[in-house]
């Protein structure tokens, strides 16, 4: 995408997409990374001036018990509505549940209970393996309900089939299992805070495209083993193929454009990538602004003579007062961080040990420097449906 008009395409981000890309295929596959486009007012395929849609940050995998374990995976919660119920536990002899998410219930050793009456009434006993007898609903031969948070099938895992070669249970699946927004996609008063409020569809040589923004894009996503991290794209412009199945719309040939600003890259931390010397105390900013990044990204310095002489800038200018520079004020130290920010007008901000020039805020209250990098996440979707008692 040419975010900036200037005729080439922008995504200086590139270079970091093979770091991400094995923790975003795994956030997919264990459902942890799931964000659901809700389209309103939208009722055909047709060409429209005016599309609106949201973008949540989605839940499938739940702990509706508040008991740490999750439900729907291969290890884990076997009863998300009983904190009682979970892998740590140890099985209670008497209460007729399955305790500690091992399949069976009452059992004394490595067999099951010789408990053989049927409190429950659905025709299996403790004995012959019922993992629960208070449930008729569940007992080992029944088919697994996706989605209520029960062992249903007695395998030791709710919302799930142990051994099987695929999930069973899946936001992905054709059985389009729900979907629950997190509550933190919705702002206070209950609306998206991730929204497009004035996107088009176009027909373009026999395909309805889609183009929106732009918006602020924000999104929580895995950048490394046991690292999550807000992304806050400015700018963000989306741009699809808008194709009808019969399950329902997708999104084919989606590209998302926008700008990572320098104070969103200064709060990524954690990250020890030693190709480009980054340690986890610093921020991907300063790897950006003051290590090998820059020149893998080639930005480019401030003019000469200019405030921002000797500073990397980025190559979006967001609020259109000139490019922002950021600086390490001695570059021949041990330290490779961001210590002095030039904003577009020539004003500067330096760091005074506890308070960072990314942080600066202008006479409004609004953050200084909101120029960034250019990024572009290319996506497609599937056809989904949002739980009825999502917030």
């Given at each position: 995408m040419d975010l900036d008009k200037d005729g080439s395409p922008d995504n200086k981000m590139a270079a970091l997409g093979s770091l991400a890309a094995?923790?975003?295929?795994?956030?997919?596959?264990?459902?942890?990374?799931?964000?659901?486009?809700?389209?309103?007012?939208?009722?055909?395929?047709?060409?429209?001036?005016?599309?609106?849609?949201?973008?949540?940050?989605?839940?499938?995998?739940?702990d509706e018990?508040?008991?740490?374990?999750l439900s729907a995976g291969d290890a884990g919660d076997c009863n998300d509505h009983?904190?009682?119920?979970?892998?740590a536990r140890v099985e209670q002899v008497g209460d007729g549940i399955d305790?500690?998410?091992?399949?069976?219930a009452d059992e004394s050793g490595s067999g099951p209970s010789a408990d053989t009456s049927d409190a429950d009434g659905d025709g299996v006993s403790l004995a012959q393996g019922d993992c629960d007898d208070t449930l008729s609903s569940i007992h080992p031969g029944l088919p697994e309900l996706c989605g209520d948070g029960l062992d249903n099938n007695c395998d030791g895992v709710a919302d799930?089939?142990?051994?099987?070669?695929s999930p069973y249970c899946s936001p992905y699946d054709d059985e389009l299992d729900p979907v629950q927004i997190a509550a933190s996609s919705l702002d206070e008063a209950g609306q998206p805070t991730v929204r497009f409020a004035s996107g088009t569809l176009t027909m373009v040589d026999n395909t309805m495209h889609l183009q929106a923004g732009p918006s602020l894009f924000r999104l929580r996503m895995p950048l490394a083993a046991g690292l999550e991290v807000d992304l806050v794209i400015t700018a963000a412009t989306v741009e699809a193929d808008v194709v009808m199945t019969p399950a329902g719309w997708t999104l084919q040939n989606g590209?998302?454009?926008?700008?990572?600003?320098?104070?969103?890259?200064?709060?990524?931390?954690?990250?020890?990538?030693?190709?480009i010397n980054l340690k986890p105390e610093d921020s991907l900013a300063d790897a950006i602004y003051t290590n090998v990044l820059g020149a893998i990204f080639a930005l480019q310095g401030g003019p000469v003579g200019s405030p921002s002489e000797g500073c990397l800038r980025p190559d979006i200018d967001v609020d259109g007062d000139g490019l922002e520079g950021f600086c390490d004020s001695n570059p021949d130290d041990e330290l490779t961080t961001i210590d002095r920010c030039v904003d577009g007008d020539g004003t500067v901000v330096l760091d005074d040990g506890a308070f960072q020039c990314t942080e600066a805020r202008d006479e409004d209250g609004n953050l200084r420097f909101i120029d960034g990098v250019s990024i572009l996440i290319k996506f497609e979707t599937v056809p989904a449906v949002l739980a009825p008692s999502s917030p």
């Open positions: 094995d923790s975003i295929e795994a956030g997919l596959a264990d459902y942890s990374l799931l964000l659901p486009f809700e389209f309103f007012d939208a009722p055909e395929l047709a060409d429209d001036e005016c599309i609106k849609f949201a973008v949540y940050q989605g839940e499938y995998r739940k018990d508040e008991d740490g374990e009983r904190s009682e119920s979970n892998r305790d500690d998410c091992d399949g069976l799930w089939v142990v051994g099987a070669d590209r998302l454009g926008g700008v990572l600003d320098a104070h969103t890259t200064d709060q990524i931390r954690g990250l020890q990538v030693d190709l």
